[in-house]
């Protein structure tokens, strides 16, 4: 089994472009969830889904979209880059609710938007 | 006010040091995390607990729930344990996880 895998690894976007972070996971699960994580901060929930065709808001959703059209994958889109998104992006999945069960983690993705 | 506060943030020792890492929250809780985050940036789970102690090789993880405290301890630390060490909680009126910010440990050979 892969796990969860995210890609790309890295980008550097400028202000204004558009681009989707992509994550999958072969565990069957549920739950998945965006997280970003910034310098001297706890792990932040962006959007969440508790399966596919049902996704809701987290702690930071503006200016991210998400849609869960299968139980593997699910992809974070930023829709106008700011500066402010600059951060590491991690994606994670639980076969139940994410505080119920352990979560499982991409590698991340760090990308800054100059 | 952070719900989560983890202490120290950061803690340097050397091998084979006792180490403890300590979580305190100001929320009711059901159930609390341990997660570590390699230097490389993956994150594992390492506990999940709501009461008591759990042992796993040289990790150690308590809760002390009536005074909203855990603990992380590892024995006989090892340069390979440097990392993050997170600590997240479920509420028990929201099922989403309140993070720490981490401590960063590094133990020197």
């Known amino acids: 089994n892969a796990g969860v895998t995210q890609t790309p690894k890295f980008q550097v976007l400028k202000t204004g472009q558009s681009m989707t972070l992509q994550c999958a996971q072969d565990?069957?699960?549920?739950?998945m969830s965006w997280y970003r994580q910034d310098p001297g901060m706890g792990l932040r929930l962006i959007h969440y889904?508790?399966?596919?065709?049902?996704?809701d808001q987290g702690e930071v959703p503006n200016g991210y979209n998400v849609s869960r059209s299968t139980t593997e994958d699910f992809p974070l889109r930023l829709l106008s880059a700011a500066p402010s998104q600059t951060s590491v992006y991690f994606c994670?999945?639980?076969?139940?609710?994410?505080?119920?069960?352990?979560?499982?983690f991409g590698p991340g993705t760090r990308l800054t938007v100059l | 006010k952070n719900e989560v506060e983890q202490s120290p943030q950061n803690l340097t020792a050397q091998e084979g040091e006792f180490i403890t890492i300590n979580c305190s929250y100001s929320?009711?809780?059901?159930?609390l995390h341990w997660l570590q985050q390699h230097p490389g940036g993956g994150i594992v789970s390492l506990f999940m607990?709501?009461?008591?102690?759990k042992k796993h090789g040289r990790l150690i993880a308590t809760i002390n729930i009536q005074e909203k405290h855990s603990s992380l301890h590892i024995t006989a630390s090892h340069p390979r344990d440097s990392a993050v060490y997170i600590c997240?909680?479920?509420?028990?009126?929201?099922?989403?996880?309140?993070w720490g910010a981490g401590t960063k440990l590094i133990i020197k050979p």
């Open positions: 889904s508790v399966g596919a065709g049902i996704t």
């Open positions: 994670a999945s639980s076969f139940g609710l994410a505080g119920y069960n352990e979560q499982f």
């Open positions: 565990m069957n699960h549920e739950y």
């Open positions: 997240a909680v479920r509420g028990d009126s929201n099922y989403q996880l309140i």
């Open positions: 929320v009711g809780i059901s159930a």
């Open positions: 607990l709501s009461s008591g102690k």
